[in-house]
């Protein structure tokens, strides 16, 4: 039995639709801000981003939904506030444009435990502020004996690095990649883990001056080109006024 032509039409313009949605469909990230272990009566922030003009993110928890935000500056921001083990769990966001349902991101864990443990200081070697190619050393350092750390990258949807007891985090060879918000937060196991406050931040920045002189060598490039062009056109301006009398 032959389909209706207009059927037809409707079923192309379908697969069509579903051939762009696919091959445009944004990739989405979902991290916490700030990252780590939030104490109860603490608060923090989901933070779902893509590089999107308009739309909409859900907010899951568990598979189930939590809220709805609109985007805003390519981002929705969930605010936790006055945290109990309710709000522990996995969550995650779908984004969403004109009712279809785009992209999904991964899972990021919010834990809520008390702090029994001193706050850590983080600090860098051989600064926060290095240029690409060096080896960075981040140290997290605790009064408690037996405490290991956790290294969080903000932006990042789990933990950055696991810091064993007595031992630093080394970079090496780091680029434009590695720059960023940097803190760290302790725990000791005992009969359960107890937690530490996190550190305050620490930036860092790479100085990369390979895009830099690149630009310049294009500058310098478009100006000899210039430079000849205005020499060429001198000695041809001669060639062209003077002529047979």
């Not at 989405?28 to 590089?51: D, R, Y």
């Not at 390519?74 to 992209?103: H, M, P």
């Not at 985090?169 to 996190?198: D, I, M, P, T």
């Not at 895009?211 to 062009?229: E, M, P």
């Amino acid at each position: 039995m032959m389909l209706p032509v207009t059927q037809v039409l409707a079923f192309g313009a379908w697969l069509v639709a579903q051939s762009k949605a696919t091959l445009s469909a944004p990739t989405i990230s979902i991290f916490q801000k700030p990252a780590g272990v939030i104490p109860p009566g603490g608060s923090t922030t989901i933070c779902c981003s893509c590089q999107c003009d308009e739309g909409e993110f859900d907010l899951y928890k568990g598979g189930r939904w939590v809220r709805t935000l609109e985007l805003r500056d390519s981002r929705a921001e969930f605010s936790i506030s006055n945290a109990t083990q309710k709000d522990a769990g996995g969550y995650s966001c779908q984004y969403r444009d004109g009712g279809a349902v785009l992209a999904h991101s991964e899972t990021v864990e919010i834990r809520v435990q008390e702090f029994r443990l001193p706050e850590p200081v983080l600090s860098v070697l051989p600064g926060h502020n290095v240029a690409a190619g060096a080896d960075v050393v981040f140290r997290c350092t605790i009064a408690h004996p037996n405490a290991g750390c956790f290294l969080y990258l903000e932006g990042w949807v789990k933990e950055f690095k696991f810091i064993p007891k007595d031992e630093d985090c080394k970079l090496s060879h780091v680029h434009k990649g590695n720059e960023g918000r940097y803190s760290c937060q302790c725990f000791a196991r005992n009969v359960s883990f107890e937690w530490s406050a996190v550190s305050k931040t620490l930036d860092l920045v790479v100085r990369d001056y390979t895009w830099n002189n690149v630009v310049r060598l294009v500058l310098g490039a478009g100006v000899l080109l210039l430079l000849g062009l205005i020499v060429a056109e001198a000695m041809c301006t001669p060639c062209r006024t003077t002529g047979p009398r």
